[in-house]
């Protein structure tokens, strides 16, 4: 976890032409955030002389005010083996300039120029010890750059920070409010951050300083490829009070993974990190996959997305039939719910949707009606085929035991069900529809040459939770209707609820099971998919940050250890984390030859985005965890 760099921005309270104010309550705000250990502090733009001092900005007593100030802070942190960076206005023979002085350990490293402020009227030579626009620094190998403009305009210097090629971006400033400018001021840093790989860390000041003709207020966030980790802005009601320290820990292993490559400029100071870190200042969710901010749009356009790439396949094939295996499971009834979306907005009849359930060995009562209660409400063409016959003349025919309840008697059953799917596409000129998920494919949760087989794959981006997700938000908007109130159209067709959403929400309440074993007494499954590998939440977990960014073995410990913490014993998630690496690269050579699929999500597995041997060993791996106690 030393990857991990400790930002805390702070905007202290400002009163122009009042150094001496300033200073205290910089320092009141910097002692409140001594005890986190931060690596950077960021104080905004004017933090030491506010930026509304108008004409008396040149006043040599001002000026020489604020140089004491600034001494004065230098002094007060000489115990912090931390960066601090503060803006004040600096006399430059005779005259004002706006700077951001960069501290270390109770050093003064030098002056940054800073952008004019609202009220300045000047540009100067500037005093001792300027660094040139663009200097880096480097905290414990994160490699830092201060730009000091107003948040809204960090699109503007996209090019010159990529030149720097550097982690962070600091971004102090002294803005005044209008209507949305926050807002606008959170959009940029995203777009930024996201663009160029990197963190940013603002800190806008000027809360209570004059107030005419601006209004400043204080807000400060920290950034990272895309994501806001922290945010706090001051209150309407308490325009006098500081903002509350924002701290952060960014990671530099995301960074890395998501910086594009090739820039390099050499640090003008470094310095190591702070020691005696507790916890971590960052949010790490259980589930990566589903923390955008407004979750039902995001959902709602992973369905369309679904519908959208079905769609395309069958205009560009020429295909007007679709042939489904449905389970009365999460994946089958996702994959059927797209389906029939896709034949509304083609033209076609629901009829072209040719749905196939395949009772088995440990196919229980539940699943077996919810599979022919969606078939029959979403006016598919249904058959139902059972495979127990079928599979007992191959056992038959093998010398396979039905007795053994082994992977031959499991995948028997899916090599069945795939065979009966495909040649029905045969007979009617249809394309099989998968209805594998991301969760299964990276544990190799599917059967080679069984249900691992499709014409098209529509579910294969998705995670399980994501699926859930998606059943759930179809449901409750009622996207996809029953064939009856399709007929009628207007209002009806419209309308959530009905049989359809009572059928997906007694799916989305039965446990998640391939049902290849024989049913317990009494009929409940006896096969529980969760219980047997672990939490999917777990396994999804893994393999967002595995894959999108890279992490050691020991690192996704950390990470989930952080995430589930409250749930799970540190142990149980490190057996898991063994589990997830073994069936992640043994399932390689599956996901190799996967079906055709469209790449709708930022993490996935299919051939373009992701590739490793398929005789990968992943015994490098585990000894790094075999060493680890936890």
Request: proline residues 6%.
């Amino acid at each position: 976890m030393n990857s991990l760099i400790r930002v805390c921005c702070i905007s202290n309270r400002v009163r122009s032409l009042r150094p001496d104010i300033c200073l205290q309550s910089a320092l009141e705000a910097i002692e409140s955030v001594r005890s986190d250990c931060p690596d950077l502090i960021v104080l905004p733009a004017f933090a030491l002389t506010g930026a509304g001092c108008g004409s008396l900005s040149g006043n040599s007593a001002l000026l020489d005010a604020a140089r004491d100030a600034l001494d004065e802070l230098r002094l007060a942190t000489a115990d912090l083996p931390c960066y601090v960076i503060a803006g004040l206005l600096l006399d430059d023979w005779g005259k004002p300039a706006p700077v951001c002085a960069v501290l270390h350990s109770g050093q003064l490293v030098g002056f940054v120029p800073a952008e004019p402020g609202p009220s300045s009227r000047f540009d100067g030579r500037y005093s001792d010890r300027v660094l040139p626009a663009g200097a880096v620094f480097s905290a414990g190998g994160c490699r830092f750059t201060i730009c000091s403009c107003p948040p809204d305009r960090l699109l503007l210097h996209t090019a010159e920070l990529a030149a720097t090629g550097c982690d962070l971006v600091v971004c102090p400033s002294c803005a005044p409010l209008y209507a949305g400018y926050i807002s606008e001021a959170r959009r940029t840093a995203r777009l930024v951050t996201k663009a160029l790989g990197c963190a940013a860390a603002l800190c806008n000041g000027g809360g209570g300083d004059t107030t005419s003709p601006w209004l400043f207020g204080g807000f400060a966030g920290v950034y990272e490829c895309g994501e806001e980790l922290r945010f706090a802005a001051q209150k309407n009601a308490d325009c006098l009070s500081p903002v509350e320290a924002v701290g952060a820990d960014i990671d530099l292993d995301i960074i890395a993974a998501q910086k594009p490559g090739g820039v390099y400029v050499k640090p003008f100071f470094s310095a190591g990190l702070s020691d005696g870190k507790k916890g971590i200042l960052r949010r790490i969710p259980q589930n990566p996959f589903l923390t955008c901010p407004n979750r039902d749009a995001y959902v709602g356009e992973l369905f369309a997305l679904q519908v959208s790439a079905l769609i395309g396949r069958l205009q560009n094939s020429g295909i007007q039939k679709m042939v489904l295996g449905v389970s009365g499971g999460l994946d089958s009834a996702l994959a059927l719910l797209v389906a029939a979306r896709a034949a509304d907005c083609l033209g076609l009849p629901r009829e072209a949707l040719c749905a196939v359930t395949m009772p088995g060995f440990g196919t229980t009562d539940r699943t077996l009606r919810n599979a022919k209660a969606l078939m029959k409400e979403l006016g598919c063409s249904c058959a139902e085929v059972s495979i127990r016959e079928a599979c007992t003349q191959h056992f038959r025919d093998i010398g396979q035991d039905p007795n053994s309840r082994d992977v031959t008697y499991e995948n028997a059953q899916a090599r069945e069900r795939t065979q009966i799917l495909f040649d029905i596409a045969n007979q009617v000129g249809g394309l099989v529809i998968g209805t594998g998920d991301l969760s299964e494919a990276a544990l190799g949760w599917c059967t080679f040459g069984g249900d691992q087989m499709a014409g098209y794959n529509v579910n294969i981006c998705l995670t399980k939770s994501m699926i859930r997700a998606v059943v759930k938000y179809v449901a409750d908007a009622g996207l996809v209707v029953q064939a009856a109130a399709l007929a009628y159209g207007g209002a009806a067709a419209k309308a959530p609820g009905g049989p359809v959403a009572h059928i997906l929400r007694d799916i989305l309440a039965t446990p998640v099971s391939p049902e290849l074993l024989p049913a317990q007494p009494g009929g409940q499954i006896a096969q529980k998919t969760e219980e047997i590998l672990g939490s999917y939440d777990l396994h999804d977990f893994f393999t967002y940050y595995f894959v999108k960014y890279g992490f050691r073995p020991a690192k996704l410990l950390r990470y989930a250890c952080v995430a589930f913490g409250p749930q799970l014993e540190p142990a149980f998630i490190k057996e898991k984390l063994e589990l997830f690496l073994r069936r992640f690269f043994a399932a390689q050579f599956k996901r190799s030859c996967s079906p055709d699929a469209a790449s709708i999500t930022e993490v996935n597995l299919l051939g373009q985005n992701f590739t490793i041997p398929s005789d990968g060993d992943c015994r490098a791996l585990l000894a790094e965890l075999e060493e680890m106690t936890v």
